[in-house]
């Protein structure tokens, strides 16, 4: 093999790494301990093609939930505040477990 070859094929394996794409890895939990611990085993999810990572939050005095996992349902964030209740919805993609509580 020639050195130019080895270049070729040096660049190409270069230029193809660069165009793969990661999946982004998310938190998924839908089921939520006090001080934010998730009940199940930490899990996490790869988005597919047109997901984001979701973190959903709902406070009602001492009641809180909360989900965390890929979905394509995904808006801008949102913030809802009434006398009682904070709902927060927000969708990221800027970097893997970016949905992390």
Same mark, same amino acid.
């Given at each position: 093999?020639?050195?130019?070859?080895?270049?070729?094929?040096?660049?190409?394996?270069?230029?193809?790494?660069?165009?793969?794409?990661?999946?982004?890895? $998310?938190?998924?939990?839908?089921?939520?301990?006090?001080?934010?611990?998730?009940?199940?085993?930490?899990?996490?999810?790869?988005?597919?093609?047109?997901?984001? $990572?979701?973190?959903?939050?709902?406070?009602?005095?001492? &009641?809180?939930?909360?989900?965390?996992?890929?979905?394509?349902?995904?808006?801008?964030?949102?913030? &809802? &505040?009434?006398?009682?209740?904070?709902?927060?919805?927000? $969708?990221?993609?800027?970097?893997?477990? $970016?949905?992390?509580?």
């Amino acid at each position: 093999m020639t050195k130019v070859t080895k270049i070729i094929i040096l660049l190409i394996v270069t230029i193809s790494l660069l165009c793969s794409v990661e999946a982004l890895k $998310c938190v998924k939990c839908t089921q939520f301990l006090p001080l934010k611990r998730c009940k199940s085993s930490k899990a996490t999810c790869e988005t597919k093609e047109g997901e984001k $990572c979701l973190l959903l939050k709902l406070s009602t005095g001492n &009641y809180h939930i909360a989900v965390q996992k890929c979905s394509s349902h995904c808006s801008n964030a949102i913030d &809802y &505040y009434t006398k009682n209740i904070h709902l927060h919805l927000s $969708c990221c993609d800027s970097h893997s477990s $970016c949905n992390k509580l």
